[in-house]
């Protein structure tokens, strides 16, 4: 009897997009690449704002060349993050469930910054990963690498001129 199998590992990137609307307080401008907004929280966050966005403020039309600081605005921010899909290669049957629906676009869009890439597993992987070693800890005493003898002819060097000085005073008096 001789048997066979076949397992084929795909990994693909993709971009993971979260849209969420934030209300916040203008903190700082940056025309015409980004705005800096106080959220409720009380935290600071710096978002991209793309080129030809108009912000609706009282009522009226402005572009981010307008935005000042103390400004309430509010925007659908965008968040786009990397992510690496592993997976392998099997038959199933069914179907996934729709996606969840994208919450309504509401004043200013502005894009947020990408955090570090990261990996997910599509499916477990046929042998267990290898788990990365622990970091060393960092040295509690600093290794001893200098020593005084530049100081000393430093000095030295200095001490030269004020003897010169000294014995020509000397031979003044």
């Known amino acids: 009897m001789k048997l066979q199998r076949t397992i084929a590992t795909t990994t693909t990137p993709k971009m993971v997009t979260t849209v969420r609307?934030?209300?916040?307080?203008?903190?700082?401008?940056?025309?015409?690449?980004?705005?800096?907004?106080?959220?409720?929280?009380?935290?600071?966050?710096?978002?991209?704002?793309?080129?030809?966005?108009?912000?609706?403020i009282g009522g009226?039309?402005?572009?981010?060349?307008?935005?000042?600081?103390?400004?309430?605005?509010?925007?659908?921010?965008?968040?786009?993050?990397?992510?690496?899909?592993?997976?392998?290669?099997?038959?199933?049957?069914?179907?996934?469930?729709?996606?969840p629906p994208t919450p309504p676009m509401e004043g200013a869009l502005l894009v947020e910054d990408a955090p570090a890439p990261k990996q997910v597993a599509a499916a477990?992987?046929?042998?267990?990963?290898?788990?990365?070693?622990?970091?060393?800890?960092?040295?509690?005493?600093l290794p001893k690498t200098a020593s005084p003898l530049p100081l000393v002819g430093l000095l030295g060097l200095l001490c030269l001129p004020v003897g010169l000085g000294l014995r020509g005073l000397r031979r003044l008096a």
């Open 124 to 141: 477990a992987p046929a042998a267990p990963a290898p788990t990365a070693a622990a970091p060393e800890p960092a040295p509690t005493k």
């Open 21 to 56: 609307t934030v209300q916040g307080k203008v903190f700082h401008v940056n025309a015409p690449s980004s705005v800096i907004l106080t959220l409720a929280d009380g935290t600071n966050k710096q978002y991209k704002v793309p080129k030809g966005q108009k912000f609706t």
């Open 60 to 99: 009226e039309e402005k572009t981010v060349f307008d935005l000042k600081k103390g400004m309430n605005i509010t925007a659908t921010v965008i968040t786009q993050v990397p992510e690496t899909v592993v997976a392998e290669q099997r038959k199933v049957t069914g179907s996934a469930p729709p996606p």
